[in-house]
């Protein structure tokens, strides 16, 4: 082997192809293909999300519908089944509220809490929160524990 005969490995370099807009000599000179006039020949055209051609784009052909509650209010849940995960691993004891929750990181701290009755609860727990479904606050109570409404 000597420098006479090194090559670069197969496919680390690829070929650059015609380079476009290089002179009148270079044969893709002048428009550089881009043709003359229009959006497409100008720099930094770029076709905008759903456009059709100019043909009416099909979230305006399409009609509107229903409207959103600006008085809606979001919930985040908590399901027994996790509160009972919690007592398993030991990381609440009898009492379960907001501040408790967030700052193990389960719900955030800007939007409401609400109960929810999915899996079993075995532990005595006095639980704090803004709701609760009516199988949690019946599961809840079952096990002898308290439900309290913030």
């Given at each position: 082997?000597?420098?006479?005969?090194?090559?670069?490995?197969?496919?680390?370099?690829?070929?650059?192809?015609?380079?476009?807009?290089?002179?009148?000599?270079?044969?893709?000179?002048?428009?550089?293909?881009?043709?003359?006039?229009?959006?497409?020949?100008?720099?930094?055209?770029?076709?905008?999300?759903?456009?059709?051609?100019?043909?009416?784009?099909?979230?305006?052909?399409?009609?509107?519908?229903?409207?959103?509650?600006?008085?809606?209010?979001?919930?985040?849940?908590?399901?027994?089944?996790?509160?009972?995960?919690?007592?398993?691993?030991?990381?609440?004891?009898?009492?379960?509220?907001?501040?408790?929750?967030?700052?193990?990181?389960?719900?955030?701290?800007?939007?409401?809490?609400?109960?929810?009755?999915?899996?079993?609860?075995?532990?005595k727990l006095t639980v704090?929160?803004?709701?609760?479904?009516?199988?949690?606050?019946?599961?809840?109570?079952?096990?002898?524990?308290?439900?309290?409404?913030?």
């Open positions: 082997m000597d420098l006479s005969n090194l090559k670069p490995a197969e496919g680390s370099v690829k070929n650059q192809g015609k380079r476009i807009g290089r002179g009148q000599g270079s044969g893709k000179g002048g428009t550089a293909t881009r043709g003359h006039k229009g959006a497409k020949s100008r720099s930094g055209y770029s076709k905008k999300l759903g456009f059709e051609g100019g043909q009416m784009p099909l979230q305006r052909r399409v009609p509107k519908f229903g409207f959103t509650n600006i008085n809606r209010v979001e919930y985040q849940g908590i399901n027994l089944d996790t509160l009972q995960k919690l007592v398993d691993e030991d990381k609440i004891k009898d009492n379960v509220d907001f501040d408790t929750l967030v700052s193990m990181g389960l719900v955030g701290k800007n939007e409401p809490l609400k109960i929810l009755g999915r899996g079993e609860l075995k532990a704090t929160a803004h709701k609760f479904t009516a199988t949690a606050k019946v599961a809840i109570e079952a096990a002898g524990g308290e439900a309290v409404t913030l």
